[in-house]
């Protein structure tokens, strides 16, 4: 049986390109199958992200000694990806297995601008750790917790505009448009800064090396050098969420770009994998925090336990 393109438009399976044809009925059936898998894989990570971030954001609120300004960008980053998690998520499932074309829109929408707002929150912490060892002997003073606040408040502005139907960013080909030319962006802040962070580690040990050749360090130098080996490590650690962050970007990206509505041709129904390893982002970033900060894992150690002991008692 084939279906017509007006008559294909409202089917569950074909959220992503509402233009594809289906050939026969077993096409049609498979690409169903393909569509309900999607949504099972969904249904796992959202507890997984609600979790995780929730747990990071508590740790992080009753420990103020975590409260400096890269952790805040994580914390920033945390309650996008929670939102992730608690509506994007179910809102995207929603989508997929029930045609509604304002559901869709909307979907559409929220999910561009909370996953945009991830993405931005991670070009901003690669920008962070540059200028933290470019400026390392002023980096307090120039990065301060209000700023970084008030950068956050404006990254979630610009991202949630489109949420308002006065902008009229309610068609979708623009709205596509839009989030590939921001993932580039970010993408491309993102690595210019760890290009830079790299130079400028690699500069520094070379300083070391001829210093401990010429003669002795002193104190001062000592305790120096100790300050920058330490912001090296953090940027280390965000260079490890940023790779993730590009591996579960990249092929959402690609397909985009591929079957966009210029380029378009009939793409396979695989595709739609690439949300839900978009989405998957939200669940991993927790464990990354937690492998790589030692003194947030603690954090999250001793709130579980707390929470252990309430439940218990």
């Not at 609600?50 to 890269?70: D, E, Q, Y």
């Not at 104190?219 to 120096?224: H, S």
């Not at 985009?256 to 378009?264: A, G, L, P």
Request: proline share 4%; hydrophobic share 50%.
């Amino acid at each position: 049986m084939k279906l017509n393109q007006s008559n294909s438009t409202f089917l569950p399976w074909n959220r992503s390109v509402p233009n594809r044809n289906f050939d026969n009925e077993e096409t049609a059936n498979a690409a169903t199958t393909i569509v309900i898998m999607n949504c099972l894989l969904n249904l796992p990570l959202m507890p997984i992200a609600i979790f995780g971030n929730t747990m990071v954001l508590t740790a992080v609120v009753k420990t103020p000694l975590l409260r400096s300004p890269s952790l805040i960008l994580l914390c920033g980053l945390a309650v996008s990806d929670l939102v992730v998690g608690l509506v994007v998520q179910p809102m995207y499932i929603a989508r997929e297995l029930k045609a509604n074309v304002f559901l869709i829109k909307l979907s559409r929408t929220v999910g561009f601008a909370f996953c945009g707002i991830s993405l931005a929150t991670m070009a901003v912490i690669s920008v962070d750790r540059f200028l933290a060892l470019q400026y390392h002997m002023t980096y307090n003073t120039l990065v301060t917790t209000t700023r970084v606040q008030l950068f956050l408040m404006i990254i979630w502005f610009i991202h949630l505009l489109p949420l308002s139907t006065v902008v009229g960013f309610w068609d979708v080909p623009a709205l596509f448009t839009a989030g590939r030319i921001l993932i580039c962006v970010y993408t491309i802040a993102s690595t210019i800064s760890y290009i830079g962070i790299y130079r400028i580690v690699r500069r520094h040990q070379l300083q070391i090396l001829a210093q401990k050749q010429a003669a002795a360090l002193s104190n001062a130098e000592t305790a120096n050098n100790m300050a920058f080996v330490s912001l090296s490590k953090t940027a280390v650690n965000t260079f490890v969420f940023y790779i993730c962050t590009i591996f579960c970007y990249l092929p959402w990206f690609i397909y985009r770009i591929v079957y966009s509505d210029v380029f378009f041709t009939n793409p396979n129904t695989a595709w739609v994998f690439t949300a839900t390893l978009l989405f998957s982002n939200s669940s991993i970033n927790p464990f990354l925090y937690c492998w790589r900060l030692r003194e947030l894992r603690a954090a999250v150690k001793k709130t579980l336990k707390k929470m252990s002991c309430r439940q218990s008692s």
